[in-house]
């Protein structure tokens, strides 16, 4: 654990010190996140805090004008390609983290329009997100091994005459025929990176944050364990970010409409 007055040890962790045996047998530790010592006065509402969370998209996004879909240079423009799904997932042990560090989380991600059901049982078959180092040792976490996408529940909505749409537990984007579907997951995910808490965890403001609580921020920086016959491969969790279920819909649907007009070269 870091306390307020310990250093934070940055270094990369050594790759022979994990918990899995020779041979790839898993030795699971049911490591609780590290809360805050008996000595340190923590609040326990998160608005008591006054922690600028980060956003997807930046804390500079300003979304595309309403009626940009209305115009008539977006209809000469659009032809319907490939749908994805936006999708924001929770697991207890996810919920549990949002707690320990006092942020409200959430995997945010994109998959393939009809297969989120298929990707929620995948992360959840891999524990996504399990992993972290403590003091240079991976630890396993309990509680990631079921996902489930969260209701969504966006008080603007799209814009009128978008090619988004709200579904209870996704959003879809008819992408343009110009825009592919792995462009736009790369540019989706320039734009979660943004409010990820593994980036965050290594900001002034970040660092200020888990101090404040008195919670080691390496385990912010999460890590799925992905096993096969003999080995296995550790790999860091980019998806994990800070959402607020109140108002950040709207910011999903925004960031993809903008994505879209750039793509068309309707906006900046």
């Not at 996902?147 to 984007?173: C, E, F, H, K």
Request: proline share 7%; glycine share 8%.
């Amino acid at each position: 654990m870091t306390g307020l007055n310990e250093p934070v040890d940055f270094r990369a962790p050594a790759r022979n010190q994990d918990s899995v045996r020779p041979g790839g047998h898993r030795q699971t530790i049911d490591a609780a996140a590290p809360t805050a010592s008996s000595t340190t006065t923590v609040p326990t509402r998160w608005s008591a805090i006054h922690t600028d969370w980060p956003q997807v998209g930046g804390r500079s996004f300003r979304p595309a004008p309403r009626d940009a879909f209305l115009a008539d240079e977006y209809r000469a423009r659009y032809q319907p390609g490939e749908t994805r799904a936006i999708y924001v997932a929770t697991s207890i042990g996810a919920r549990a983290l949002a707690e320990t560090i006092k942020m409200p989380l959430g995997k945010v991600s994109t998959t393939r329009d009809g297969r989120l059901q298929e990707r929620l049982r995948e992360q959840g078959g891999d524990g996504y997100g399990a992993g972290w180092y403590r003091e240079g040792r991976l630890v396993v976490d309990s509680g990631w091994k079921s996902w489930d996408a969260v209701l969504m529940r966006p008080s603007m909505g799209p814009s009128p005459g978008s090619p988004v749409v709200v579904t209870p537990r996704a959003i879809l984007v008819a992408l343009p025929d110009v825009l592919p579907a792995y462009q736009f997951d790369d540019l989706w995910d320039a734009q979660t990176r943004l409010a990820a808490i593994d980036r965050w965890a290594e900001t002034e403001e970040g660092l200020r944050h888990f101090g404040l609580l008195g919670v080691d921020p390496a385990v912010a920086r999460r890590k799925t364990i992905y096993r096969f016959d003999t080995s296995k491969r550790v790999s860091a969790v980019h998806e994990l970010c800070c959402f607020r279920l109140s108002q950040d819909p709207d910011r999903l649907i925004a960031v993809a409409e903008k994505i879209i007009l750039r793509a068309l070269g309707l906006v900046d």
